[in-house]
Every structure is written in C-alpha cells, then in structure tokens.
C-alpha cells in the first residue's frame, strides 16, 4: 500500500501539489486570525473596552438598570399606600362598630342606647368606607373573578384568588361589620319589643353573626310565654 501511495504522489504534477500547500497554509493562517479576533473582543466585552459592539453591550445594560432604578419606587409608590389603607380601614372599622356594641350589651334599656341603634349614621360611614376600598381593589379581572363558573355562579377558587388582595379583603371585612351591625340593631330591638335578653345574642353577632340570630330565635321561642303573646296582641 506505502509503494502506491508514493507511486500516485509521485505522478501528481509538482504544481499541484505546491498549490495545494499554500492553500491549507492559507487556511490555516485565516483559522488562527480569526479565533485571535475572536478572543479579543470577547475580552474586551468582558473588560468593558472600547469596540462598538462593547459599547452598545454596555450602554444597553446601563440604560436597563437605570429603568429599574426609576421603576422600582413608582410599584413600592402604588402598593404600599394601599397597603396601608387596607390596615387603617380594617382597624378603624373594627373600633367604630365596638361602642355600638358596647352600650348593647352594657345599658341595653339607656336612653342613650336607644337613640344610638335608631341611628343611621354607622351604616352611613361604614358604606362609604366600603365604597372607597371596593373602587381600590377593582380591577377588569373582579367581574370574571367573582363569576368563574359558565354558569355565570362565584366559585371557591375564584374567591379565594380575589381575596388575596388586601384592599379587597379589607373591604369585606368592611362588609362584614356592616351587615353584623345591622342584624345586631334587628336583634336589640325585637328584645326590646318583646321584652327577651339580648345581651348574649348581640355579643354573638359582633364576630359569629349566624349564630347570633340563632341564639335570639331559640331564646324568643322558649322565653314566650302565652301570657307575654297575648300582652303583645293586645
């Protein structure tokens, strides 16, 4: 095999073979000049040179942390005071519905008390309050939110995911006192009416409002006597 080769080699034309040297020293050259450019600009890019490519490079990433520099106090801006909105609503309206609650429980029969559950003015403030934090936490995503199902019905995952906001949590807690507040009035003045403690109930529809009302209807129905049903009759 060794004798052939050398046979063909030999048969090949000395120009040939001249030019195909230069050739592959040509490509050679241009390999190595290419990876030394190569390797020189990445080392200027990682060193923060001078070339054109570098510099947009630089300019580029500057001009990103200057944005997030800029950005960062506008989301903490918009997010924090509603925060803290949220946190002054919850305990603002959790104090204002605690007096009403109070002289209930303490002078059920004061004139003082009566004048204060006749009054509208509660209800007034806290629908305001709630009005205010529900336009803060509304967002076009609320509708589809609290109506998940096809059926155009809320769902749990739904309202769960829209509770998580703060505001929003905070404006049901709102709510909440609201409505406890007003079945609390209903049960006050009925035991006023018809002469049944109170006291129990009313205490129970500040935090456990279902069970209030409950505990009002079991303990109208087993404190009526014939006597106080005929007195109420006539």
């Avoid at 925060?83 to 002289?103: D, K, N």
């Amino acid at each position: 095999m060794n004798c052939w080769a050398l046979a063909l080699v030999s048969k090949v034309p000395l120009n040939t073979r001249r030019n195909q040297t230069a050739s592959l020293a040509l490509r050679e050259m241009k390999s190595d000049l290419l990876s030394q450019r190569i390797g020189g600009f990445g080392t200027k890019l990682s060193s923060g040179g001078s070339s054109l490519g570098g510099s947009r490079i630089i300019i580029q990433l500057n001009l990103q942390r200057t944005l997030l520099r800029r950005k960062s106090p506008m989301v903490s801006a918009c997010w924090v005071p509603s925060s803290e909105v949220a946190s002054t609503a919850f305990t603002v309206g959790t104090a204002a519905v605690l007096p009403f609650y109070t002289v209930m429980v303490v002078a059920p029969k004061a004139e003082l008390t009566r004048k204060a559950m006749k009054s509208s003015i509660p209800y007034i403030v806290l629908g305001l309050l709630y009005a205010y934090l529900l336009y803060l936490s509304w967002t076009p995503d609320t509708i589809r939110l609290m109506f998940a199902s096809k059926y155009w019905l809320p769902e749990l995952s739904g309202i769960a995911m829209m509770f998580s906001n703060e505001v929003t949590l905070a404006s049901a807690w709102i709510h909440l006192l609201a409505i406890d507040l007003f079945a609390a009035r209903q049960v006050y003045h009925d035991g006023l009416q018809n002469d049944i403690e109170t006291r129990h109930s009313v205490s129970l529809c500040l935090l456990f409002c279902p069970v209030g009302i409950l505990t009002h209807c079991i303990t109208k129905a087993l404190t009526s006597s014939p006597e106080k049903k005929q007195h109420r009759t006539h």
